[in-house]
């Protein structure tokens, strides 16, 4: 929790338009933030007897209040140093930085799911934190002289700059939560609802996301590419063995599924192979969006002599057609969940030499590294491991849009 600092300081303007009543029980009943999130999780998130909190029912009942909330989250503004240091002036700013993301994390999930200012505050934490980071690693090039230090700089650089990548991306999930409750709030369609309307609210966002865009460019692109250049002995790519990726072209997304392909590219110290599951459609689309890319210019060209492409008709596979034909007669997939499934089940439809692949979602997939280090998670798996993916703890599920 924060060091006994917080309720006076934050609640010392309240919010314009506040109901007087909020502020003074904001004050009188959270001498820190932590101590709401502690004390105000849903019943069917936390069961009352299970919450560690000094408070009895009846107290924890008149304290935990929105209005009384929304008190104190309005308070820290942007997260920026200053605002940190009038606020908490005896409070480190990384460890501010620390305690608002972890405390909102949990009130997001405990407490008000749809609270826009505490996702406003949950993105800013996230980014201002990446950014103290990256300042640290500029800092920190410009004092080193030795080639262990500049590997200090490109191992920390490296951390920072995926730290920085999280956090810009967080921001957008901001913005795209905005539209969504906007377009909710007035019965509207998030397809189509136009952006210039939750301007305002995101208008804090603007200057820092903007700050963040700049320090993950400047290492991503600039710093430890240099850095690197100093002491790496990277292998040719040609004396690597291949790595196998799988996606998936319907219709005619083929350039949005590119996006992520040229990603990896960008990145990979190996050649790829890469198969193409698609309806008849979709492949003709990827084979002609490849061959436009090739003809850009001499750099895509070069990229894409990387890869090479095999094309997968799965609804024409006779394997895939004979696992379909097991299943009941009413059961129906439609276009999309046909492929999902084919792709769960590629070891019916990719070559008999292919024992390894990553399935790859496409157009909301974007890859900052070498896939090889994904690749090479494969080493690591035995013989009674399926696969590989990230594990959704709260929804029960694993995420199939990357899988080994």
């Not at 006076?8 to 502020?23: E, F, M, T, Y």
């Not at 790496?232 to 949005?256: D, E, F, M, Y």
Request: aromatic content about 8%; overall charge negative; glycine content about 6%.
């Amino acid at each position: 929790r924060f060091r006994g600092h917080g309720a006076g300081a934050l609640l010392r303007s309240p919010v314009r338009g506040s109901d007087p009543r909020s502020v003074v029980m904001a004050a009188l009943c959270w001498p820190t933030f932590a101590l709401f999130v502690a004390c105000c999780p849903k019943p069917e998130t936390i069961a009352p007897d299970e919450v560690v909190c000094p408070m009895d029912a009846e107290r924890r009942a008149q304290c935990c209040n929105a209005d009384v909330v929304r008190q104190v989250l309005a308070q820290f503004g942007t997260l920026s140093q200053q605002e940190i240091a009038e606020t908490m002036p005896h409070d480190d700013y990384l460890f501010v930085l620390d305690n608002v993301g972890d405390q909102l994390f949990r009130f997001l999930r405990d407490i008000a799911l749809l609270n826009v200012d505490a996702w406003r505050l949950f993105a800013l934490a996230s980014v201002r934190r990446a950014l103290y980071h990256g300042d640290a690693v500029k800092d920190l090039s410009v004092r080193a002289r030795t080639t262990d230090e500049l590997r200090d700089v490109w191992r920390d650089g490296m951390r920072a700059s995926r730290s920085l990548a999280r956090a810009l991306f967080r921001v957008e999930n901001f913005q795209q939560f905005l539209l969504g409750h906007e377009a909710h709030a007035h019965g509207a369609l998030l397809e189509g609802y136009d952006p210039e309307r939750v301007r305002a609210a995101f208008a804090p966002m603007f200057d820092v996301y903007a700050e963040a865009t700049r320090a993950h460019d400047l290492l991503a692109y600039n710093l430890l590419p240099q850095v690197e250049r100093v002491f790496s002995t990277r292998i040719p790519i040609a004396t690597r063995p291949r790595i196998n990726l799988l996606v998936v072209s319907l219709g005619a997304w083929a350039k949005t599924g590119f996006m992520t392909l040229w990603t990896v590219l960008r990145h990979t110290s190996s050649r790829l192979r890469v198969f193409v599951f698609g309806d008849a459609a979709g492949l003709e689309n990827w084979r002609s969006a490849a061959e436009e890319l090739g003809d850009d210019d001499a750099a895509s060209s070069e990229l894409l002599s990387l890869v090479e492409f095999e094309y997968v008709d799965f609804a024409e596979h006779p394997r895939f057609k004979a696992l379909l034909a097991r299943y009941p007669s009413g059961c129906s997939f439609g276009g999309a969940g046909t492929a999902i499934l084919a792709r769960v089940v590629c070891h019916e439809v990719l070559p008999k030499d292919v024992n390894r692949v990553i399935a790859l979602d496409l157009g909301d997939v974007l890859v900052l590294d070498d896939i090889r280090e994904l690749w090479d998670l494969g080493d690591r798996m035995e013989d009674h491991h399926f696969l590989a993916a990230p594990h959704a703890v709260a929804l029960h599920h694993i995420n199939g849009g990357l899988v080994v």
